[in-house]
C-alpha cells in the first residue's frame, strides 16, 4: 500500500485508512485497536456526554501509543463542553461533521489541532478550505448515518473534490474491502474513511444482533430515509419501513420527528433492537460477512489491495 | 490500457469502452465514432420507430466495418417489431434494458447474438446470468436516465456484482474520464458504459442546449424525480423543480403522469427546451466541461487511465 501521501504525513499513520467515528459503535476500544494497527482511530463523541468522552480518550490514551483523534459533530447543543474536553486531553486531530467548521478553527488551530472536515459536496469542501481546515473527508450518499441533501455518489464526488481543492481529500461512502481502497485513491483521494466495516469488528461497541444484521444484509439491504429532518442511511426494517410509508403520505415534519422519538440509534445500534431501533450502516453492508477482529481487517484490507493492484498492472 | 479481457473479447473491441445507448443522443453518428476509435457504439433505439432504427443500423454499417450494437429497451411496447429489425439486419450485439431479457433471449441466441443487459441490482444481475445473457452492464444510481428502485451506489454495485455473477460485470454510473475507468476495473468491472460523456460530443444528436447545460452544471447538478411513475436522473431545471414539488406534496401517480406528460425527453435533450424539457443525465456531468469529438475523448480517456495507472504504481 502506498504508504506516503499527505493524508499519512498530516494524521501521522502508516496506513492512509481512517475508522468513522461512529455513534454507539466506537468508543476507546475500537479506536485504540485502529491505531495500534497503523491505521487512524477515531472516538465518536456524537453518543457520549463530555465526561464519558473523557474517559474514552484517556482508557485509548492507555490502549495506544499511536495517533487517535476525536470525531465531534458540531451540531451538538453542548459542542463546546465536548471541544472543552479533547483541547484540555491535548487531542491534536478533529474530525468535525454535521455543522460549520467556521467558528471552532481558530480554538481548535491555536491549540495546534489538526482539523478535517467532513463534506459531501464541492461547495463545502471549498468552504472548509477556505476557512483552514487540513483536509476534507468527501462522503458519498451511499455512507451509513445522515448524508449530504445533494445525495452525491462517492464515484462522483470524489474526483470533483479532489479537483477543486488543494487540501487533501478522504474518501467515504462504500469501501468495505482492499478493492474499494485502490478504488478510491485511483479516483483522487488520498485516504479513504471506512464506518460499517468497522463497526461489524470485534473491538465495535455496537450489539451483536447490529452486527449480524449488517452481516446478512444483501446488496439492497439499506434505505436512505426520513430526507425532512435530517436524512439517514440505515438497514431497513419495520422503523425504516414505517418511516418511509410516513414520508410517502406527506407526513408532516412534526410527525415525522414523532415517529423518530429520540435514542433510536442507541436502541438500534447499541442495543440491538432490529425492529424499531435505527441501524445506520453504509450500502458497503452488502460486502460485508463476518464479525472479525480489527487485526484481521488490516490485513484483509492491505492484502486485497496488494494483490487488487498487481492484478491492474 | 488493459487490453484483452473477456468483455474485449466478447464484443470484439480494442478498449473496454461502451458508449451508453441513449434516446435522442446515441444514432449512427455516434455509434460509428465511438467504434471507429475502438470502443463500442450503441444505437439507442429508445426515441426510434422501427424504420428509424433501420435506417440508422444501415448508416452506422457503412460508416464503421467495426463491430457496434443496438440498445433495446424491453418494454417498449413494439419491441418486437424493434427485434424484428435488428435480426434482420444481422446485428450481433444487443444491449438489453427496462425489462426481463428471459421472454426475448431465445430468440436472440437463435440468430448468434450476444446479449448484455443492464441491471442495478444482484437479483436482477443472477436473474440475467441464469437466462443466458453473455454479460451485464451494472449501472449505479449516479447514472442518467431511469435508474433501479434500490438506489444502490457504482461503488456499492459493482464489487458485489462482480463477486456474484461469473458472466463479466461492464460498470455504468458516474464515469467521466480515464480516472473513473481505471477505479471502476479495481472495483471488478471488466469494461465500462459511458453515457453522459458521450452525450457531450460533437458526433452526438442531442441538442446544443443540452451540451451546454451538461458542461455548465456542477458537481450537484442533476436530481433524481418521478419515483413513483419510473425514476429518472436529470439536469435541474423547471420541470424537475415542478416534478420534486408534486411529489413532496404527495402528488397522485396520475397528478404525476399529467405533469411529465409526452415527449419530455425529445424536449429536453434533443429540441434543447432547458427550463420545460427533461435533459436526463448522470452526476458524472460535473465533470465534464466541454464539447469534443469523439477522437479527442477516446485520446483523453486512454491518456488519463495510463497516466493514473502509472501514479498509482
Not at 457520549?48 to 487517535?68: N, V, Y
Not at 474513511?193 to 449480524?212: D, H, L
Not at 441501524?279 to 492484502?303: C, H, P, R, T, Y
Amino acid at each position: 500500500m502506498k504508504l506516503n501521501n499527505r493524508v499519512t504525513e498530516l494524521l501521522r499513520i502508516k496506513y492512509p485508512i481512517i475508522q468513522a467515528g461512529m455513534v454507539w459503535v466506537s468508543g476507546w476500544r475500537l479506536a485504540s485497536a485502529v491505531s495500534n494497527c497503523g491505521g487512524l482511530g477515531l472516538i465518536g463523541s456524537g453518543s457520549m456526554k463530555p465526561d464519558l468522552l473523557r474517559e474514552h480518550i484517556q482508557k485509548c490514551k492507555g490502549a495506544t501509543d499511536k495517533s487517535f483523534g476525536v470525531n465531534i459533530p458540531l451540531l451538538r447543543a453542548d459542542v463546546e463542553d465536548l471541544i472543552d474536553v479533547v483541547i484540555d486531553e491535548k487531542i491534536k486531530i478533529i474530525f468535525s461533521s454535521a455543522g460549520s467548521p467556521a467558528k471552532y478553527i481558530e480554538k481548535f488551530k491555536a491549540h495546534n489541532c489538526t482539523v478535517v472536515h467532513v463534506v459531501s459536496s464541492i461547495k463545502h469542501g471549498l468552504k472548509a478550505q477556505s476557512v483552514g481546515c487540513d483536509a476534507v473527508v468527501g462522503e458519498g450518499v451511499e455512507a451509513g448515518g445522515h448524508n449530504g441533501a445533494d445525495e452525491i455518489t462517492t464515484f462522483a464526488l470524489i474526483p470533483q473534490l479532489a479537483d477543486a481543492l488543494n487540501i487533501p481529500v478522504i474518501a467515504a461512502g462504500g469501501i468495505a474491502d482492499g478493492r474499494g481502497v485502490l478504488a478510491a485513491l485511483v479516483l483522487g483521494a488520498e485516504g479513504v474513511q471506512i464506518g460499517t466495516r468497522f463497526a461489524v469488528t470485534n473491538e465495535s461497541s455496537a450489539s451483536e444482533n447490529y452486527k449480524k444484521a449488517v452481516c446478512e444484509s444483501g446488496d439492497n439491504g439499506t434505505t436512505l430515509v426520513l430526507k425532512k429532518i435530517g436524512m439517514a442511511r440505515m438497514l431497513k426494517n419495520e422503523f425504516s419501513k414505517k418511516a418511509i410509508e410516513l414520508e410517502n403520505s406527506c407526513g408532516s415534519i412534526e410527525e415525522l420527528s414523532k415517529l423518530l422519538g429520540s435514542k433510536r440509534e442507541r436502541l438500534g445500534i447499541f442495543e440491538g433492537d432490529n425492529i424499531e431501533g435505527m441501524m445506520e450502516a453504509g450500502q458497503g453492508s452488502g460486502l460485508i460477512e463476518n464479525v472479525i477482529s480489527v487485526k484481521e481487517l488490516f490485513d484483509e484490507l492491505i492484502s486485497d489491495f496488494e494483490k487488487r493492484k498487481r492484478e491492474m498492472m
